[in-house]
């Protein structure tokens, strides 16, 4: 059995996706691989690559400090089984070693609320869509084709037709590209 520990600066990270790297360990604690975290400063897609490295390491656990909702979700959805250890003052061999002190995670309601993802549902509430508001833009763009409030214009009072759809950018991207 694999399980994956993200670490920074040598212990367990206190944020998941945070992490500088992870490391892969048996039950008994050996280490048996180690990998950069593509998610760390990489958004949606460094997520996605983080768990498609579990996959392809054979990860069946991942011990966390802590986790984001959204992510706990994903990695439960895959069928990670997912523990929060207590602490991150033990170093990685005694973590491995406390199993019984493990708090499993099964629900994804026991992960932390994402601050970033929650200004984005705000900003949605408001009738913009993440980093940019409709119809007030100065130019159209390609880059939102296939975003769900872009296509099917869900943002109500703006126009379906993407052709046709105007954009003001926050910090250079648009909704969640």
């Not at 050996?30 to 490295?53: F, Y």
């Not at 069928?79 to 005694?94: D, G, P, Y």
């Not at 007030?136 to 939102?144: K, M, N, V, Y």
Request: proline share 2%; hydrophobic share 30%.
């Amino acid at each position: 059995m694999i399980i994956a520990i993200p670490v920074k600066e040598e212990r367990i990270a206190n944020h998941f996706t945070k992490a500088d790297h992870f490391i892969f360990m048996d039950e008994s604690g050996e280490v048996v691989g180690n990998q950069q975290n593509p998610a760390r400063d990489a958004g949606c897609a460094g997520k996605s690559a983080l768990l498609a490295l579990l996959k392809r390491e054979q990860v069946e656990r991942v011990i966390v400090r802590h986790i984001g909702q959204r992510m706990l979700g994903r990695l439960l959805d895959n069928q990670f089984a997912v523990f929060q250890a207590q602490t991150s003052r033990q170093n990685l061999q005694q973590i491995i070693q406390t199993e019984d002190e493990w708090l499993p995670l099964t629900d994804a309601a026991q992960g932390r609320l994402s601050v970033n993802y929650q200004a984005k549902q705000h900003k949605q509430q408001q009738g913009g869509c993440c980093e940019h508001q409709h119809g007030e833009g100065d130019h159209a763009h390609e880059r939102c084709q296939g975003h769900r409030c872009c296509e099917t214009g869900v943002q109500e009072g703006y126009k379906a037709n993407k052709d046709e759809h105007q954009h003001r950018h926050g910090k250079g991207r648009c909704c969640r590209h």
